[in-house]
């Protein structure tokens, strides 16, 4: 299969191909739906697309071909005894957090050795595996338990949210996920136990002496080098964070220019050196820093940062790109990125240059390379 | 017993023709469609098996007062039509 971008956004999904040396949009699916995530199974082939329906709430469905056709398989689901269970209340404001799956905002494949297995994220923050490439669904209660000792808390949503997924590819039963906000957290076991694995991470938006406590911690992403799993990358909601001991602890990169705050990080899955973000102003101004839509990349580990801006609109451009907006290709060559105000961009050289495909597309909350 | 009849927005998703079956109560009259067709279940009740948030059941022209328990008696006369919550303007 050639290969191609799948674009979700909030009013369908995309396919986006490459014809004489431009990308353009090919197809529509779902066109009208809310699509808060696409995710690729590079083991089957299989694409899913979270739907999220305003009335009748979430739903997925499944594409064995490609995307020419889809069927709707299992939603995941609080299992009875935890919805009839009091509810757990969010730290911050002190409300109750819903036993009630209001969004999709994760997918992963399992691994090579675990055919079949999936793994989402939601929000509120839940985890659900599937062992059966998404026909049932098994909420991960050993995590749940965690999250009622920790406290998760919402944070650019009323709840606290699962939103990036990292399976070792040396080892599936290693899982890494990020909580927005809750911090990172990890098992060697394939989720049976989980240890809290955000150390070092800093909250600009606690009192000082929280500051550095790792269950307040709002990351945005976390992405892990595919070539070098030790090596993680995390755009968090106050700067940009890198870990090379396997979570184990945490550095602060303060060198992105034009600003350490994003939503979106990418790895290159062959060198952890390198990785890109896209900068906005933090935080509480979420467009390009000066109307100035631009990439930053280090290749030597975040000692610096370049400014990519080839091709890029440079006066009164105000995309934001959310979390799932970034993606980079298997060669780690090809990098893509869409907007909330519907433009999407694609490089074939690492980012040197950018040629937009789009910029009237819906607000995109996600884009993948299916290959 | 009470007829039911779906938004037509609900059909290009799981296809819902109107129809008349059993129960006591807007519960019971659901039950005995989702019997009939399980997927209809999750795009009208959430997990905790109440009305969704975004969703409203009309009772004989009224909306129905226990969106929870969906408890309001029904009889042989009873229309039921299960609509989509005005929103977004």
Known sequence: MDRRILVATRKGLFTVVRESDRWKVADAAFLGDNLSLVGYDPRTGAIYASIHHGHFGVKLQRSEDGGATWREIATPAYPQDIVESPPMIDDFRKTAIPWSVQLIWAFEAGGRDEPGVIWLGTIPGGLFRSSDCGESWELNRPLLDRQREAKWTGGGYDFPGLHSICVDPRDSQCITVAISTGGVWQTRDGGQSWCVASHGLRAEYMPPDQAYNPLVQDAHAMVQCAANPDRLWIQHHNGVFRSVDQATSWQEITTVQPSVFGFAIAVHPHDAETAWTVPAVKDEKRYPVDGRVVVARTRNGGVSFETLTEGLPQGHAYDLTYRHGLAVDSTGEWLTFGSTTGSLWVSEDQGNRWQNVSTHLPPIHCVKFIE | ?89
Request: proline share 6%; no cysteine.
């Open chain 2, 1 to 89: 017993m009470a007829r039911v009849v779906f938004t037509a927005n609900l059909q290009r998703h799981v296809s819902l023709p109107p129809v008349t079956v059993p129960g006591q109560t807007v519960r019971e009259v659901l039950e005995a469609v989702f019997a009939l067709n399980p997927q209809a279940r999750g795009y009208v009740l959430d997990e905790a098996n109440a009305l969704r948030k975004h969703m409203v059941i009309f009772h004989n022209g009224e909306p129905v007062l226990d969106r929870i328990h969906l408890s309001d008696a029904v009889d042989d006369n009873t229309e039921i039509y299960v609509m989509q919550a005005l929103s977004g303007g």
